[in-house]
């Protein structure tokens, strides 16, 4: 049937051409010559606030391309290595004993795109612009962390702060997306009444691009290369010109309008797609290539594990039992056949996704434990919920089916994981009354009344975590609870996440990425938890662990390399698995193809310079190497 598909969408194709526009193959639909111009897909639907380039300004979509090109962090991230490097600063931090003084020494040679060098003094505006501007989004929390922030000469800045902070470079440098501090050029924002509201229309940057044109209907952004390239952060680090002169970043539409466009070389880089989706593609277009060659296709590293969270300020939600009773009432090899037929990595560990890094640095050292971990039930018996056989039934299942899958352990665990939760509806009866719940002959009750609740999931995107909810769904339905389940848009879920008015959802609160976990767990403290209805700066499922919260605290008096640290982090996981605050299905499982016909050497599992993260602001530092198909 696929076959069929894709046979009639390769007929499609002319008609395509007229439905987008492009003038012929030697030119876009912009004017820009073809062979010329990287043409991106917008992970954003279109702007509403086309022309706004001011990441300051409240609005801006600066995943448009505006991150990716325009604008330049203090440290960036190298996603292979899994750690920081400086970008606009030459180095890390160099800190005093307490960790509450903080000298940056910044990468000298950089210039603006006016041609004004950067200097100390555009970081220093920067972060007093924030300090002092209640209409910046982040001045509340800048304002709980700096004391003051000052320049030491032209190319050094000194940071205060006002207590102990030894993660300065983790949490106002990049670590996976971006970072919400992007210094500003102090000779154009010092002049402004209130930077908030500079629209920014013709932005000066760092970046290795500027601004040519934008569509008025926000559909479109059209970058051009600095003449001036090597004068850029990217320039001066790396030394490579960009060879796109021209980089087209554009709102596709539907998921048909993608297909087509890229079926028909209107784009060269997509974001998220379906594996169904990149059937059909690769069918009727043999330029058009994904992560791996051939199965899994997909990359498995992006570092935000899609499974199920409970808002844990309600009962019995607020239960470790009743959320144990669901890790055990799924059956997860159901489950992932049902997200995207068999392909990922399990990360069901919760909080920290299983990327390779981490997968590596946290889950494989505590196997054993998980392996002699118990559940102790009322009636006086213990169960072990550890599973480590399902990388074999997975490949057993798909080998049979016939992919081509590895036989060595260690391959395997690299494709499918170290191992699940068990299948146990009889042990999660158990757990659930435990939880307060009580089986009656025509269902399951709670303090008396019949128990139902509800599972939401963002509806339009983010098919992973879409079909996961989905797939929860159906196994609990099949448990035997009376649940429900729905959708709601970007804006409502993510207003029900921090106000917590949701029960259980396929919402994602997880990461990692590095060795240093503490930016990713410290929202996870208790003493940041607010009311119901309300919206804080912790997590919105309100997990309430006081150990966890006392290894939280303990960890930000430490220095990422300090050894204690990582010790810390191993036993931050072993408290959040033991009361379980999220089930994890698998981790990031991104699909994300790249068309050949105009431009190659994109980063994949063959040559992995970097990874497939179009949407990151590290993609600027990949265009380099991105060429033009000879």
């Known amino acids: 049937m696929r076959k069929i598909i894709a046979m009639f969408l390769t007929a499609l194709m002319a008609l395509s051409l007229c439905a987008f526009g492009a003038a012929s193959a030697e030119s876009t639909e ?74 940056v020494t910044l990468r000298q040679g950089i210039k603006w795109s006016d041609g004004e060098d950067f200097t100390a003094d555009d970081v220093v505006y920067t972060v007093n612009m924030i300090l002092t501007n209640t209409g910046i989004a982040q001045n509340a929390y800048y304002n709980t962390v700096f004391a003051s922030v000052e320049k030491v000469d032209d190319y050094t800045v000194k940071f205060v702060t006002k207590e102990s902070f030894p993660r300065l470079s983790q949490k106002f440098g990049v670590t996976i997306w971006g970072n919400d501090l992007r210094i500003m050029p102090e000779h154009i924002y010092s002049k402004l009444d209130d930077p908030s509201q500079f629209q920014n229309s013709e932005p000066v940057v760092t970046g290795p691009y500027t601004v040519k044109e934008y569509d008025s209907l926000g559909n479109w952004i059209l970058y051009e290369r600095r003449e001036d390239w090597q004068n850029s952060d990217v320039g001066v680090i790396t030394g490579v010109e960009p060879q796109a002169k021209y980089i087209l970043f554009k709102y596709l539409g539907d998921d048909t309008t993608r297909q087509m466009a890229m079926m028909s070389n209107q784009v060269d880089i997509l974001c998220e797609v379906t594996p169904e989706a990149l059937e059909v593609m690769t069918s009727a277009n043999d330029k058009i290539a994904c992560w791996y060659p051939d199965y899994p296709y997909a990359t498995f590293d992006d570092p935000c594990s899609k499974g199920i969270a409970f808002e844990m300020a309600k009962a019995p939600f607020s239960s470790k039992y009743f959320r144990w009773g669901v890790a055990l009432a799924m059956n997860f090899d159901e489950i992932s056949m049902n997200i995207f037929e068999g392909a990922g990595r399990a990360s069901v560990l919760p909080i920290l996704t299983a990327t390779t890094a981490i997968q590596e640095l946290y889950y494989k050292p505590i196997e054993q434990w998980l392996k002699d971990f118990e559940l102790v039930l009322d009636d006086g018996t213990s169960f072990n919920p550890w599973d480590p056989d399902y990388k074999d039934r997975m490949a057993e299942k798909l080998s049979a089916s016939g992919y081509d899958i590895p036989t060595d352990p260690i391959e395997r665990e690299a494709m499918f994981g170290i191992g699940c939760w068990k299948y146990a509806p009889d042990v999660a009866e158990k757990l659930f009354v435990m939880a307060g719940l009580e089986k009656k002959d025509d269902g399951w009750y709670y303090e008396g009344q019949p128990f139902t609740f509800e599972l939401t999931y963002l509806a339009e995107t983010e098919a992973q975590a879409g079909r996961g909810t989905l797939a929860a769904y159906d196994q609990l339905i099949k448990f035997g609870f009376n649940c429900t389940i729905s959708s709601v848009n970007s804006a409502t879920w993510t207003t029900n996440d921090q106000t917590g008015n949701f029960e259980l959802g396929g919402y994602w609160p997880t990461g990692g990425i590095t060795k240093d976990i503490y930016s990713q767990i410290n929202g996870w403290a208790n003493d940041l938890i607010v009311p119901l209805g309300e919206i804080g700066s912790g997590q919105g499922s309100r997990w309430d662990n006081q150990q966890a919260t006392d290894i939280i605290h303990e960890l930000a008096t430490l220095s990422p390399d300090d050894p204690k640290a990582y010790e810390l982090g191993i036993e931050f996981l072993k408290v959040a698995t033991e009361d379980l605050p999220f089930i994890g299905f698998h981790s990031g499982t991104k699909y994300v193809p790249t068309n050949s016909t105009y431009w190659e050497n994109y980063p994949s599992s063959e040559n992995a310079y970097n990874g497939p993260w179009w949407w990151w602001s590290c993609f600027k530092f990949i265009v380099p190497y991105i060429t033009p198909v000879q």
């Not at 639907?45 to 300051?56: D, I, K, L, R, V």
């Not at 609005?59 to 290595?81: A, C, P, R, Y």
């Open 30 to 103: 912009v004017g820009t010559p073809r062979s010329e111009t990287l043409i991106v897909e917008c992970q954003s639907a279109a702007s509403s606030t086309a022309g706004q380039f001011n990441p300051y300004m409240q609005g801006t979509q600066n995943g448009f391309g505006i991150h990716q090109l325009l604008w330049s962090h203090l440290w960036e991230m190298d996603t292979v290595k899994g750690e920081q490097f400086g970008d606009l600063a030459e180095s890390m931090p160099v800190s005093n004993e307490d960790f509450t003084e903080h000298i």
